[in-house]
C-alpha cells in the first residue's frame, strides 16, 4: 500500500556533496520513522540515520558530524545531506520507514524498503 521513491544517488569526488531523498507515498495513516541504511558487497546492512516523528534522530558513529538527515512531514519526505564525503562512504543506500497503514480493519505498523540508490565515492 505504500512505496517509497529514492533519488539523488551519484558519482562525487572524495569532499563532495549529495542530498538524497526518498518520498513515501500510498495510504499512510503515521510515518513513526524513517531513515536511510546501506550496504556493500559482503558486508551487513547497517543504519546510517534515522529521524522519529517526534524530530529525534539516530547516527551511525562513521557518519556523525558529516550527515544531516531531515524530514518535510508535509510530503512524506526524508532527506540525508551528505558532506565531505569519502570513499568509504560508497554503497548502496535504503530508504527505510516504519509505516502505519491501510483500512482500519487492517490498519498496523509495517517496515519499508525502497530500491536503492548507488552512491559512489571516488579519490
Known amino acids: 500500500q505504500v512505496q517509497l521513491e529514492e533519488s539523488g544517488g551519484g558519482l562525487v569526488q572524495a569532499g563532495g556533496s549529495l542530498r538524497l531523498s526518498c518520498a513515501a507515498s500510498?495510504?499512510?495513516?503515521?510515518?513513526?520513522?524513517m531513515g536511510w541504511y546501506r550496504q556493500t558487497p559482503g558486508k551487513q546492512r547497517e543504519l546510517v540515520a534515522a529521524?522519529?516523528?517526534?524530530?529525534?534522530?539516530n547516527y551511525a558513529d562513521s557518519v556523525k558530524g558529516r550527515f544531516t538527515i531531515s524530514r518535510d512531514s508535509a510530503k512524506n519526505t526524508v532527506y540525508l545531506h551528505m558532506n565531505s564525503l569519502k570513499p568509504e562512504d560508497t554503497a548502496v543506500y535504503y530508504c527505510?520507514?516504519?509505516?502505519?497503514?491501510?483500512?482500519?480493519?487492517?490498519?498496523?505498523?509495517?517496515?519499508?524498503w525502497g530500491q536503492g540508490t548507488q552512491v559512489t565515492v571516488s579519490s
Open positions: 500510498g495510504s499512510i495513516f503515521r510515518i513513526n520513522e
Open positions: 527505510n520507514a516504519h509505516i502505519v497503514d491501510g483500512p482500519q480493519w487492517l490498519r498496523a505498523s509495517r517496515n519499508y
Open positions: 529521524i522519529t516523528s517526534s524530530a529525534n534522530t
